[in-house]
């Protein structure tokens, strides 16, 4: 059965790495001891072994160890025997770059629909869409697809952002972004504020944190769900 | 000898569509009687016919007629015939899959080296550079590849943007964004604020309007670029 927690960010304003989360990461990880991290998306380009070690240091707190994908021989072997599996935020292209690149992208799908538990944060979460054409990062490396794992039936936009009011900026608003992206795509798509995150247990899929989120579904007005079990398609 | 002007936005906050860029258009395009409109970006999904028609609308205040590419029956052929081009702004992904769709990225590489004059705003000016990877855009479709125009020696970051003071906001500024290409790419960003715009003729780049614009280079510190003649390599 499907198991996965999806965040739009690992961190809210004024706390501390996945801080916000701990309490729901405990009890989801309860049985897990080791889990894998996946450093892809290598936020501020960072590297794989500094990004590893804040994602162990937060984990350490409910005593699970954490190792690095880049630290297995063979990334794919290391994803098919993964207790558990989470893949941090950053780039969004070079996390599916690398996914691509190092051939994990069908194994990691296999095992997430095989029952491994999953945490995604922002690009994390971003990929457990049917794409990756919801994200808000600057394509900085050219992927070999944007194609990403459909653990979920619609895509996500993480850190999802309301327009600002009299914003003088004549950039476009994240959801005249996403309003263009229906122009050309049918995939619904949930705007995730920060703070809050989708729990999937089998085909069940909630919306957790304190806020609602946004969907938006081609040619129809978007809406705001509240709090609990979705129904998406 | 190349002639080009390369804008930020077409549209200045409380101002008309070009409306701030006209006085500089009317003795740039003095010329030219027809001008060439590509609308492949589609801001907000809009036709090409609509957009064809706003940006007619504005050219006719300088007695400049405007026919956009989707009216020829050979884009190719239209960019090659052109008196003037100009590519508006809207989705960079978009444009760039268009015109490599249309097969159209080499010829007009080709008349802009020549110095058939050229107006780009936004996604327009994006396509500019050595690749589109510095675009603020939605990657809503999968062009077959970031490469564009080469028409200067670096890169565009349209709509620049600085840091929001206090914003509890926990996804990149743009800076960071940036600055994660560079830990990627060697290719110079130009961060071009709205209001400013870029003028080319030949080899000589000036900064115009009244703003600075923000130069960022692979592991070297950003620096606010003056007005008048820029040296970027």
Request: aromatic fraction near 10%.
């Amino acid at each position: 059965m499907k198991k996965l927690i999806i965040a739009s960010t690992s961190t809210i304003h004024g706390s501390g790495y996945l801080e916000y989360l701990m309490p729901t990461l405990a009890v989801f990880f309860a049985d897990v001891k080791n889990l894998l991290f996946i450093p892809y998306a290598r936020p501020s380009g960072i590297s794989y072994d500094d990004y590893t070690a804040i994602a162990k240091k937060a984990f350490a707190k409910i005593a699970i160890d954490v190792k690095g994908i880049h630290e297995f021989e063979n990334p794919k072997v290391a994803i098919q025997n993964a207790e558990a599996i989470f893949t941090g935020g950053g780039n969004t292209f070079e996390l599916v770059n690398q996914l691509y690149k190092n051939d994990v992208i069908t194994v990691l799908k296999e095992v997430l629909n095989n029952g491994i538990p999953y945490l995604g944060t922002s690009a994390g979460s971003n990929i457990c869409g049917i794409n990756m054409m919801n994200t808000n990062d600057m394509p900085i490396v050219y992927p070999p697809s944007f194609t990403t794992l459909s653990a979920i039936p619609f895509n996500i936009n993480a850190h999802y952002l309301d327009p600002i009011k009299d914003s003088k900026h004549m950039g476009e608003t994240r959801e005249t972004r996403i309003k263009e992206f229906h122009v050309f795509n049918k995939i619904a798509v949930l705007g995730l504020r920060e703070g809050s995150w989708l729990e999937v247990l089998g085909d069940t899929i909630s919306l957790k944190g304190n806020l609602t989120a946004r969907l938006f579904q081609k040619d129809i007005n978007a809406v705001e769900l509240e709090v609990g079990v979705l129904t998406i398609k």
